[in-house]
T-cell receptor, first 113, second 112 residues
Framework: DAGVTQSPTHLIKTRGQQVTLRCSPKSGHDTVSWYQQALGQGPQFIFQ???????QRGNFPDRFSGHQFPNYSSELNVNALLLGDSALYLC????????????FGAGTRLSVL | DAKTTQPNSMESNEEEPVHLPCNHS???????IHWYRQLPSQGPEYVIHGLTSNVNNRMASLAIAEDRKSSTLILHRATLRDAAVYYCILSPQWGGYQKVTFGTGTKLQVIP
């Protein structure tokens, strides 16, 4: 049973560019959450998708957007990249209606130069 | 969002028990207490969760104070593989979409 998979594992971009990160949830999970983790910090909640809609959002600007597909996979898009967007981006999946036990992927390391 | 407070770091000797504390004085009656840990270069990993009663699983035990304003994660015999950052978070029960707040966690060092 595959767990949460994220791609790519590493990415280097320059300021002003756009990036798309991808996540496949654990089999049977229908809810996907995205987190940003700066070095030495805990993960910060970006947003959560369920039934292809954004259900909750953290304190992130509109440059951060997402999408969930009918197969429950998800994308995180970041426009107009800033140096401060350099971080580990984590995807977590869970079962909607459950006790929100989240299963995390290994993350995508984004470096903005 | 309800917040949790944890010590920044703790040390333990290998094969000794470890008690990791967490304060959550603003917890609501419908919040579950979840613990995750993050090993270097990995995403967080679920450890255990509970609502009111103490809980045990193969990884750890969770002791919840009677007033629910604090909890303690107990690793019965620390191993070198338990060296990680441990996060205590509050997660609302189903009924609302769940915005979860991680703090900075407790970095556990296990000494051989």
């Amino acid at each position: 049973d595959a767990g949460v998979t994220q791609s790519p594992t590493h990415l280097i971009k320059t300021r002003g560019q756009q990036v798309t990160l991808r996540c496949s949830p654990k089999s049977g999970h229908d809810t996907v959450s995205w987190y940003q983790q700066a070095l030495g910090q805990g993960p910060q909640f970006i947003f959560q998708y369920y039934e292809e809609e954004e259900r909750q959002r953290g304190n992130f600007p509109d440059r951060f957007s997402g999408h969930q597909f009918p197969n429950y996979s998800s994308e995180l898009n970041v426009n107009a990249l800033l140096l401060g967007d350099s971080a580990l981006y984590l995807c977590a999946s869970s079962l909607g209606g459950g006790q929100n036990i989240q299963y995390f992927g290994a993350g995508t390391r984004l470096s903005v130069l | 969002d309800a917040k949790t407070t944890q010590p920044n770091s703790m040390e333990s000797n290998e094969e000794e028990p470890v008690h990791l504390p967490c304060n959550h004085s603003t917890i609501s009656g419908t919040d579950y207490i979840h613990w995750y840990r993050q090993l270097p270069s990995q995403g967080p990993e679920y450890v255990i969760h509970g609502l009111t009663s103490n809980v045990n699983n193969r990884m750890a035990s969770l002791a919840i104070a009677e007033d629910r304003k604090s909890s303690t994660l107990i690793l019965h015999r620390a191993t070198l593989r338990d060296a990680a950052v441990y996060y205590c978070i509050l997660s609302p029960q189903w009924g609302g979409y769940q915005k979860v707040t991680f703090g900075t966690g407790t970095k556990l060092q296990v000494i051989p």
